[in-house]
């Protein structure tokens, strides 16, 4: 079992940048991978990044390439959403989900149904 706690979000405008952490319980997290899905208002959760649990490969909804950034940190047992040049179409709840992904190692999932365990959500409001 993971618990996911997510941190980070607020209030920013336009233009400025977030880093969102997500916590995870557990000793196995290095053999997790790890995504980043957002849900804005009346819509549907939608991927956003995605870190293979090696994490040497990594994935990004086209339209945040080149602005936000994955990480992880093992020792920490916390992966990271950089959120750089933020627009107001940005606004959304973010939510981290991680999968087992100890056969995988080198695997990014960019698909909800992937994904076995969801944070909280943390919200995250860009205003223009």
Do not use: H
Not at 2 to 16: F, I, M, P
Not at 28 to 54: D, H, L
């Amino acid at each position: 079992q993971v618990q996911l706690v997510e941190s980070g979000g607020g209030l920013v405008q336009a233009g400025g940048s977030l880093r969102l952490s997500c916590a995870a319980s557990g000793r196995t997290f290095s053999t997790y991978a790890m995504g980043w899905f957002r849900q804005g208002p009346g819509k549907e959760r939608n991927f956003v990044a995605a870190i293979s649990s090696s994490g040497d490969r990594t994935d990004y909804l086209d339209s945040v390439k080149g602005r936000f950034s994955i990480s992880r940190d093992v020792a920490k047992n916390t992966v990271y959403l950089q959120m750089n040049s933020l627009k107001a179409e940005d606004t959304a709840v973010y939510y981290c989900a991680a999968r087992s992904a100890y056969y995988s190692p080198s695997t990014v999932y960019n698909g909800k149904s992937n994904y076995e365990y969801w944070g909280q959500g943390t919200q995250v409001t860009v205003s223009s």
